[in-house]
């Protein structure tokens, strides 16, 4: 009669049941982390250089400047981590230089939390206005209300039939040519490039802002310009990833590029055309307050007017009222999404 006889474990693995856990980790070397520590060195004494606050740290026996503490404290941490967790040399370096790169941007603008707590009391009239919202001046500005929202209806209206068309015309998939292709491509990372209020503050300039009676035109404009970077770019993707069947199907019977386009691209990308849309349009509502500001009319315009009387409680009522109707299109543009995707 044969006996059964469990596997033994292969060399420079642990056995079963020989009570020995998954092997460790091997520790990074020990010449690298002390590198790693004169990085670290190196830093602090950067730290100290480029500090320009004049608060210390005292610790009874001597006293320290207290920023380049705590960035010291950081790295000793970071370090201390690193050595915990077995990370190898390069990542650490890679952390170092991050904070080291943070530090810099940071000390570059003046970057400092001392207004935190050395200008609360400057901060109290208008927490005390924020936290009496005045919900009848809701009502007031109805008229606010509507030019933001008939803006935002305009604007991705017009900014995504552009941004499909150029959307169609930047893919290699549909279409003429390359040179085309190219060309469109360029021109779509261009739009892009300016963000929505570099829009805004253009066509203000150009048009007329809200004391010149075209504000609302220009913040259409603004945002249209806005959708189309937004449009063409997601659009341009999805067109890229169609299936290449329906295409070879349209090219073997004959279609030429316009009803190869027609049939075999649009029904595929559309679903996801209409919910980068929907997307837009909410974006479009939060990017009107911003754009009003800058004299687009809407209202951001109504916000700017109050914020320069100081009536913080009519601005904490447009702020509330405001997240209320975000929220609300974001539910039903979420809601029609799911349906179409």
Excluded: H
Aim: one cysteine or more; proline letters at 6%.
């Amino acid at each position: 009669m044969s006996t059964v006889t469990a596997p033994s474990a292969s060399p420079g693995q642990p056995s079963a049941g020989s009570g020995i856990g998954r092997p460790e980790k091997p520790r990074p070397g020990a010449a690298g982390y002390l590198g790693l520590v004169a990085v670290a060195v190196l830093l602090v004494l950067f730290f100290g250089w480029t500090s320009t606050s004049t608060l210390m740290l005292d610790l009874g026996f001597t006293r320290l400047p207290l920023y380049p503490g705590i960035g010291a404290l950081v790295l000793v941490g970071v370090l201390a981590l690193g050595w915990r967790t077995g990370a190898g040399e390069l990542p650490m370096l890679g952390a170092l230089a991050v904070i080291g790169v943070t530090w810099w941007g940071g000390s570059g603008i003046g970057f400092t939390l001392t207004p935190l707590w050395e200008d609360l009391r400057r901060a109290e009239p208008v927490l005390q206005g924020f936290m009496s919202p005045n919900w009848g001046f809701i009502w007031r500005v109805s008229d606010a209300w509507l030019v933001t929202l008939a803006m935002a209806v305009v604007a991705t209206t017009v900014g995504c039939c552009i941004g499909l068309f150029l959307a169609m015309m930047a893919s290699p998939v549909s279409s003429p040519n390359r040179g085309v292709s190219q060309f469109v491509k360029a021109l779509n990372s261009v739009i892009r490039s300016i963000p929505d209020i570099g829009y805004g503050l253009l066509f203000v300039a150009l048009l007329g802002g809200t004391a010149g009676g075209a504000g609302p035109m220009a913040g259409v404009m603004a945002l249209v310009m806005f959708n189309i970077g937004i449009i063409a770019k997601l659009t341009g993707e999805t067109i890229d990833a169609v299936d290449r069947g329906p295409l070879e199907a349209a090219d073997a019977s004959g279609a030429n590029l316009l009803q190869r386009d027609r049939i075999a691209v649009v029904p595929q990308i559309l679903p996801g055309y209409l919910s980068y849309s929907l997307y837009v349009f909410e974006l479009n509502i939060r990017a009107s307050v911003v754009l009003g500001i800058v004299g687009a009319g809407g209202i951001g315009s109504t916000i700017s007017v109050q914020l320069s009387r100081f009536a913080y409680e009519n601005i904490s009522a447009i702020m509330i009222a405001l997240v209320v109707v975000v929220l609300a299109v974001d539910y039903l543009s979420l809601t029609i999404r799911r349906r179409l995707t």
